[in-house]
């Protein structure tokens, strides 16, 4: 199992800037579970690997890449909650 270590920079009001090794992963508001996605996709990442973001030294989240990739961040009426990203289910190693 490999932990993947999230750069993050603010980018603009409620956003941030994610870097992995040094590769501009691009801006979100939901940084841990936006870069989750990316490296899965880039097949940087396996679901079971863990993934932290920091802001400088400072320990932000942390999450298996996999449950943070089939999560997002909704508002609305009923206020903020995490709600599953419709991603299709991904197989954790035992």
Not at 19 to 44: C, M, Q, T, W
Not at 66 to 87: H, K, M, P, S
């Amino acid at each position: 199992m490999v932990t993947h270590h999230i750069d993050l920079v603010e980018a603009k009001k409620g956003k941030a800037r994610m870097f992995h090794n040094g590769e501009d992963l691009g801006v979100s508001s939901e940084p841990l579970f936006s870069a989750s996605r990316k490296l899965l996709a880039k097949g940087l990442a396996n679901p079971e690997d863990y993934i932290e973001t920091y802001r400088g030294q400072t320990p932000c989240c942390r999450s298996t890449v996999g449950v943070a990739a089939g999560l997002t961040v909704v508002e609305d009426d009923r206020g903020i909650r995490f709600q599953n990203y419709g991603l299709p289910s991904l197989k954790l190693a035992a």
